[in-house]
């Protein structure tokens, strides 16, 4: 298949977590979360219990599917950035790489040139950290812990 | 594309609902979303025009208990059936890891049934799919109609490979879950050759 797996490993996870809980502080966030574009969420950090998380990864992953397809239409590569500007709330979302997609949710005590400032460190510091993962996930050894798994554990998940 | 994360000790498998427009798709995951646990389930998304038809996806985030330690999570998509979303569909598809094609078991729908595997198959293949290699399942919705072909004749236009097929009512939920277990089954199947 074409895409290759995606993978989490406690290690990235946590380099990951760390510059999110910095964002967090440094661009004066509500909210920030990694969502890969295919919808899930990677990691999330400030006020993240009383967001319906998974619906947001699905959301933005659409809108930003979307908006690249827009790109396409007229020859561009990409639209990396968006912004959205609501009453109390906004959302700033920015694509690193290739796969990855970073939003910040941000009310009146930031400023979208703040957010856009840390997002830019921010998402250069995931870049790397996402580069380094896609390397090791591709090393030989990594087996998928999903091998060894027979029909009866498959069975058993629908046995209620 | 699965997501495998060890840090959360969880696996998320992207699974997509195609076929023509109104053969039952958002029906299939409306009845899957009433008949699971609160504990089991996340919200169910529906971006859909005044009239109810699919405009961009249906989206539903399903937990379908433990394997060896790891949760699996199943994110359930639909994709819009009429013919001018195609842009739409191909989008929905990207990642995707198991599909499961509604047919509409009304005669007068058996040129809209073909149309759309085709253009599955032409937009798996414009992303590097292969609609052969993919964990596949068909279902032949709406039997509780009295207009219907046989199981017979649509399994010869659309089943052709012998994929898992299933005879469904998704208005009253008749095989809804059965086709998606089929599904959820090839796809945990596949992660187990390797996955990639
Ligand atoms: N009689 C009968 N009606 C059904 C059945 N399944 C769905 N329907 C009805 O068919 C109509 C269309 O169903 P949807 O689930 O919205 O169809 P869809 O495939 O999502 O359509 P699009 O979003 O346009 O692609 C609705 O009125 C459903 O109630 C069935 O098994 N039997
Ligand atoms: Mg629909």
Redesign the pocket.
């Known amino acids: 298949m074409v895409n290759p797996q995606m993978v989490m490993y406690e290690e990235e996870f946590n380099q990951i977590q760390t510059v999110v809980d910095r964002l967090v502080r440094d661009a004066n966030a509500k909210v920030v979360a990694i969502v890969d574009k295919n919808g899930q969420l990677i990691a999330g950090g400030g006020d993240i219990d009383n967001v319906d998380t998974t619906s947001l990864a699905s959301l933005l992953a659409g809108n930003v599917a979307a908006t690249g397809g827009m790109a396409k239409l007229l020859k561009e590569n990409e639209f990396a950035t968006q912004f959205h500007e609501g009453e109390k709330a906004n959302i700033y979302i920015q694509l690193v790489g290739r796969q990855v997609i970073v939003v910040v949710i941000f009310d009146a005590r930031s400023s979208l040139g703040l957010v856009r400032l840390r997002v830019k460190k921010g998402g250069d510091e995931l870049n790397n950290i996402f580069e380094a993962l896609s390397k090791k996930v591709a090393q030989p050894g990594k087996d998928s812990p999903f091998a060894e798994i027979t029909d009866e554990d498959i069975d058993n998940l629908f046995n209620d | 594309m699965s997501f495998i994360n060890y840090m959360a000790r969880e696996i998320n498998c992207k699974l997509v609902?195609y076929?023509?427009?109104?053969?039952?798709?958002?029906?299939?995951?409306?009845y899957i979303y009433e008949r699971t646990n609160p504990e089991a389930k996340g919200k169910m998304i529906s971006l859909?025009t005044e009239t109810?038809?699919?405009?961009f996806f249906?989206f539903l985030p399903l937990s379908l208990g433990e394997i060896r330690g790891f949760k699996t999570r199943f994110h359930l998509y639909?994709?819009?059936?009429?013919v001018f979303?195609d842009a739409s569909r191909k989008l929905i598809l990207k990642g995707v890891d198991g599909v499961i094609f509604?047919a509409?078991s009304q005669i007068e729908r058996t040129e809209a049934n073909l149309e759309s595997v085709e253009n599955l198959r032409g937009n798996l293949a414009e992303q590097g799919y292969s609609l052969d290699k993919l964990p596949y399942v068909i279902q032949y919705?709406?039997?509780?109609?009295p207009n219907v072909a046989s199981v017979e004749e649509l399994r010869q236009m659309l089943n052709p490979t012998n994929q898992p097929d299933f005879e469904?009512?998704?208005?009253?939920g008749?095989g809804v879950f059965d086709t998606l277990k089929a599904v959820a089954k090839l796809v945990l199947t596949e992660l187990r050759k390797g996955g990639t």
Do not use: F, H, M, S
């Not at chain 2, 639909?78 to 009429?82: C, E, F, L, R």
């Not at chain 2, 919705?141 to 109609?145: I, Q, T, W, Y």
């Not at chain 2, 469904?168 to 009253?172: G, L, P, S």
């Open positions: 609902y076929g023509p427009g109104l053969c039952g798709k958002t029906t299939n995951l409306q859909a109810e038809r699919t405009l249906d639909t994709v819009p059936g009429q979303y509604v509409d919705n709406k039997r509780d109609l469904a009512v998704a208005r009253t008749v």
